[in-house]
Each structure stands twice: as structure tokens, then as C-alpha cells.
């Protein structure tokens, strides 16, 4: 069940566009995005339901795409504060558990 | 608390060693996980509580790890004979109650566990 992310490291200058992808094998029911800066705890960036909705907040958004069991996080126009690694997170049912990827270490320059 | 609470913060033990890892969720979020974090590696899914549901216990690596909820609120993670490949950062996270608008995790400090 543990979702493909890619890529697996990601390094921008400042004011670059980004684009982290993941897969799963299986249907989905919900995908749930991450950042964790180092040493610090992951915090909570946003979940999609099925039904290919697309989200977003600031300049980070993401899409979910049921049949190809996919989701893409966008990040627009980095900012330094965007650095770190992002994990997605599937989930196969309501109240099933929710299973992250193995990360996208995501470095921005000045 | 206003956010989960995990004890201790830093844990140093000999090989071959118990240890009891706890976690002080938010007051009525319902789920809780267990994951693992190796070094610069990813989030390793340990074990889920949801309710009075059975646990998820699909994660756990060996026998030697257990894990319980008493009450479904405060939830402790023991390692039995501990091992060297244990030495991690366990992190502990509560998930609002289903059917909540965002299903966010909040996850605590984390715990790190290093077998001498």
C-alpha cells in the first residue's frame, strides 16, 4: 500500500515552480500531504478526497486523480520557507489507516 | 494539553533492554497512530488506534513491539530486548474524529530512541 513518490529530491532557486508526484497501486479513498522541516515534527498541508478534487492554500496546491490513482502537489513561485521533505499519505477507506511515502527532500536557494 | 504529548523526549539504552514509550493525545481525537522515522528515512507506519476498534497492528516489526490505549485517550509503545536496527525517532499523531472536515494528523515531538 505505501505510496511512489517522485521525485525523490528536488533542489530550486527561489521563485521556481515544483511539481511531486504520487502513486499508489490501489484505489484510493483519500490523500494527505506533509512537510517536515529537519528536526521538527510533519505538519499537516492538506487531504483530498475521491472524486478529483484540486486544492490548495497560498501557492501550494494538489490534485487527485481517482482513476489513475494519483496525486500531484504543486508548489508555485517557492519561497526559502518551502524547503524540506514532503510526504504523501493514502488511505484506502474511511477510518482506514493512512500510509506515507518515503519522502521528497525538496531544497530552496536564495 | 493543547497538542500531543510524547515522553520522553530522548531515550539512551543498553541493548537487550525494555522500553516503554508514551503518548498523551488531544482530548477527544479518536484515532491515534505509532510511526517510525530512521535517519533521514521516511514516515514507517507502526500501528493505528481508531476508536474501540481493534487496533491496526499490520506495522509493527517484530513481536518484541506492542503497543496500547487505555481508556482511548493515552497510548504507550513498548519495545521488548531491544535491538541496535530499533534507534529511531517514534512519532506519535491524533487524528480528529471521522467525518471531521480535514482529517489532519497532529503530530507530537517524537521520541528518540538510540540502543547502545
Known amino acids: 500500500q505505501q505510496p511512489v513518490q517522485s521525485p525523490q529530491a528536488v533542489i530550486l532557486r527561489e521563485g521556481e515552480d515544483a511539481v511531486i508526484n504520487c502513486s499508489s497501486s490501489k484505489a484510493l479513498y483519500s490523500v494527505h500531504w506533509y512537510r517536515q522541516k529537519h528536526g521538527e515534527a510533519p505538519v499537516f498541508l492538506m487531504i483530498?478526497?475521491?472524486?478529483?478534487e484540486q486544492k490548495g492554500h497560498d501557492k501550494i496546491s494538489a490534485s487527485f486523480n481517482e482513476k489513475k490513482q494519483q496525486s500531484s502537489l504543486y508548489l508555485t513561485a517557492s519561497q526559502l520557507s518551502y524547503s524540506g521533505t514532503y510526504f504523501c499519505?493514502?488511505?484506502?477507506?474511511?477510518?482506514?489507516?493512512?500510509?506515507f511515502g518515503k519522502g521528497t527532500r525538496l531544497h530552496i536557494l536564495p | 494539553g493543547a497538542g500531543v504529548s510524547q515522553s520522553p523526549s530522548n531515550k539512551v539504552t543498553e541493548k537487550g533492554k525494555d522500553v516503554e514509550l508514551r503518548c498523551d493525545p488531544i482530548s477527544g481525537h479518536t484515532a491515534l497512530y505509532w510511526y517510525r522515522q530512521s535517519l533521514g528515512q521516511g514516515l514507517e507506519f507502526l500501528i493505528y488506534f481508531q476508536g474501540n476498534s481493534a487496533p491496526d497492528k499490520s506495522g509493527l516489526p517484530s513481536d518484541r513491539f506492542s503497543a496500547e490505549r487505555t481508556g482511548g485517550s493515552v497510548s504507550t509503545l513498548t519495545i521488548q530486548r531491544t535491538q541496535q536496527e530499533d534507534s529511531a525517532v517514534y512519532l506519535c499523531?491524533?487524528?480528529?474524529?471521522?467525518?471531521?472536515?480535514?482529517?489532519?494528523?497532529?503530530f507530537g515531538e517524537g521520541s528518540r530512541l538510540t540502543v547502545l
Open positions: 483530498l478526497l475521491k472524486g478529483g
Open positions: 499523531a491524533a487524528q480528529e474524529p471521522s467525518g471531521s472536515l480535514t482529517g489532519e494528523l497532529f
Open positions: 499519505g493514502l488511505s484506502l477507506n474511511r477510518d482506514d489507516k493512512i500510509i
